[in-house]
């Protein structure tokens, strides 16, 4: 019986060195940036996020966006925005005396600043060239009209379906009408360094430019890459020269990619987080860091709701631990200028307290096995 024990003890030894010479083994590597980001079998984690530190004055920043000189944030419903250089002093800047803000609707193309602002049922257009102290009226638009910006141009796009839109540039504040040459529910555009790229609301459809104003071009090969995905809503986003379309489709993710807007591969589909819980929320912002794309996601079980961070290049996708619990909308996202982390809020709700803002720990680690 001796012999046994000593025998069941050589071979525990030698199974863990053989582990060990197989690689085997308990690692870490930094969460948020380092090579096989999106692989491993994660263990735990070592606070991936943080709240951040007290504004002046206290404020809950539901969008920020830059301007290449100051970070300008809108805060809810009201007439001003507010700007800061460092993300924690900000000054309130008039936008109107009397019409209140869209929310969702401030932008920034280049240093072009442009938001749209309602009164008495009549929605326009204001820009600012000068960091957001003094705003200018420019036109009216539609109720329903979204904005976004790509490649240093400011867009309105149609909210209901028409093929025209309106562009807005530092050199040209007042603005330009044009036209995609199809009608269809346009709702973003995209710029990778190279192209321009109209997506429709759907995903399903895209449109190319060579500089962003005109010749839209057909994407031909979008269409039969999202066939292979589930039907679901889609969003696109960019990331280091590439467009990224990801569907969220009965409670999972799959994503289409491309280098040059015309010809797209099928990446990650029908992926779901580990712990079985679905998507319910895709997020309309995302922010790159470190060479992925971080985008908010709502996961729920059926009861409770979780907002997340999801990590994606295109092709897979890694799902981060919740930062927030509750039935809040996915708040947006941005990357700070100049690197150094990410910054978003727990929740995008008018009226709850300021001190639900985090931003990313870069002191991060994930504990795996690595085999």
Request: with cysteine; hydrophobic share 40%; proline share 4%.
């Amino acid at each position: 019986m001796t012999i046994d024990i000593a025998s069941l003890a050589e071979t525990q030894r030698q199974g863990e060195a053989t582990r060990a010479a197989l690689g085997v083994q308990l690692r870490s590597r930094p969460l948020w940036s380092g090579a096989g980001r999106l692989g491993g079998v994660p263990v735990r984690y070592v606070s991936p996020y943080r709240l951040r530190g007290a504004n002046s004055p206290e404020l809950l920043c539901e969008n920020i966006v830059h301007n290449g000189a100051v970070y300008v944030a809108e805060t809810g419903s009201g007439t001003n925005v507010y700007t800061s250089a460092d993300l924690k002093a900000w000054t309130a800047r008039p936008v109107d005396g009397s019409a209140a803000l869209v929310a969702g609707k401030l932008t920034a193309a280049g240093s072009l600043l442009m938001t749209l602002v309602a009164y008495a049922g009549s929605y326009s257009v204001k820009t600012s060239i000068d960091n957001g102290v003094t705003w200018v009226y420019q036109t009216g638009v539609g109720a329903s009209d979204v904005t976004c910006s790509a490649g240093g141009i400011g867009y309105v796009l149609s909210g209901y379906g028409y093929k025209e839109f309106r562009t807005h540039t530092t050199a040209n504040p007042a603005g330009t009408a044009r036209d995609f040459g199809v009608a269809q529910m346009w709702r973003k555009v995209l710029h990778n360094g190279a192209r321009w790229l109209a997506v429709k609301d759907t995903g399903t459809m895209a449109l190319w430019s060579a500089n962003g104003l005109d010749g839209w071009t057909n994407s031909a090969g979008l269409a039969a890459a999202v066939t292979n995905l589930p039907a679901g809503s889609s969003n696109g986003y960019t990331l280091s020269g590439r467009f990224i379309v990801v569907t969220l489709a009965e409670g999972t993710l799959s994503a289409v990619y491309s280098d040059d807007a015309n010809a797209w591969t099928v990446g990650a589909v029908g992926d779901m987080e580990p712990s079985g819980l679905r998507v319910s929320a895709l997020g309309a912002t995302a922010a790159e860091m470190g060479g992925l794309l971080y985008i908010p996601v709502k996961l729920t079980d059926g009861t409770t709701s979780w907002n997340v961070l999801v990590a994606t290049d295109g092709t897979k996708f890694k799902w981060l631990p919740a930062f927030w619990r509750g039935p809040e909308a996915v708040p947006t996202i941005r990357a700070r200028v100049g690197g150094g982390g990410l910054i978003f809020n727990g929740t995008s709700q008018y009226g709850t307290p300021a001190a639900a803002r985090y931003e990313s720990n870069p002191d991060a680690l994930e504990v795996y096995f690595a085999i």
